[in-house]
């Protein structure tokens, strides 16, 4: 059904469609398909209504390709908003001019461990390849020759947060490789009943942390030791709110062995855990024109 004969469905001048959700929400698609293109603009008009604190918005969620917002009906008119929504959205135009303010960040993984492994093994019967590994046939898949040179891919550039969301927490991650070098991997066929906390997965074109346990279908290839979320808030970097990715956050994957992971998970019972991470720039122009110069520049913060 087209926009025209939906009521509830407003196009905007650029392509977006803008869809409320009773009188409290409005949806903004940005694109059909998910980039990272789509998810600057997202990010970037998100963080444009953040900045203004218009009366009435009290709630904004970026997305892969789309955003949320939810608003007071009591304080702003449903459709007012959605002209304030359509006119930021030509403000930033394709967001290539726009400097995300934001914070690197180093996430050890260790890969093949003991934990993911044994949920791979219990639920192959849900696998497209019960005779392999997740992460023999994410390498195969990928043209990789073994599973070796898979992980350094994976940990060779780092990662935008594209949203926050699904399970509470999961930060879903973009690589920032071109086009021809991004890492696709389908879901479970079927989905598993338990994934261990902390698991890092992958699913279509875009990496995942499990924050708990709980239920779900991405390929599983290892396990971080650091948390992201402390419902106590007990350690440092929990201290403002007890998740810790924001949409936006860069993180560059680590492969790490079995000794510094244990050595990390010390560190978290004690209390005394950190992440290490700097604040940077991330200008979608730069990174379009020079990508591999651009993640240099990202880590060379990072390990300054």
């Known amino acids: 059904m087209t926009a025209a004969a939906r009521p509830e469905l ?12 009773g009188d409290e929400w409005i949806v903004a698609q940005l694109s059909e398909s998910m980039s990272l293109r789509a998810n600057l603009r997202a990010q970037a008009v998100t963080r444009r209504l953040a900045e203004l604190a218009l009366p009435g918005v009290v709630e904004i ?3 892969n390709a789309a955003y949320m917002v939810r ?15 359509k006119e930021l959205a030509e403000e930033v135009g394709e967001a290539e001019d726009f400097v995300l303010q934001t914070r690197i960040v180093d996430v050890p993984v260790l890969f093949r461990d003991e934990w993911t492994h044994e949920t791979v093994m219990r639920f192959r019967d849900r696998h497209q390849t019960p005779d392999r590994t997740d992460l023999e046939f994410a390498a195969e898949l990928n043209g990789y020759p073994d599973t070796d040179s898979f992980i ?10 594209s949203m926050i969301g699904f399970v509470p927490a999961v930060p879903w991650g973009y690589q920032l490789v071109p086009a021809d070098r991004q890492i696709e991997v389908p879901k479970y066929v079927r989905p598993r009943t338990f994934t261990p906390e902390r698991a890092f997965g992958w699913g279509g074109g875009f990496s995942a942390i499990y924050p708990v346990d ?10 971080c030791p650091g948390p992201i979320v402390d419902p106590a808030q007990r350690l440092a970097d929990f ?24 050595a990390i998970r010390a560190t978290v019972e004690d209390g005394t855990f950190r992440y290490r991470q700097r604040e940077v720039e991330f200008v979608p122009h730069d990174w379009f024109a020079d ?7 990202l880590e060379g913060v990072l390990d300054a």
């Open 291 to 297: 990508p591999d110069g651009t993640v240099r520049r």
């Open 10 to 21: 407003a196009p905007g001048p650029d392509g977006s469609l803008y869809t409320f959700g």
């Open 61 to 63: 969620c970026p997305s």
């Open 152 to 161: 350094a891919a994976m940990v060779g550039a780092p990662f935008i947060v």
């Open 71 to 85: 608003i007071d009906p009591d304080v702003v008119h449903p459709r007012a908003m959605l002209e304030r929504l």
């Open 214 to 223: 709980g239920a779900g279908g991405y390929q599983l290839f290892g396990i």
């Open 239 to 262: 201290r403002e709110q007890f998740t810790f990715p924001r949409p936006g956050d860069i993180f560059r994957y680590r492969a790490i062995e079995r000794a510094e992971y244990d």
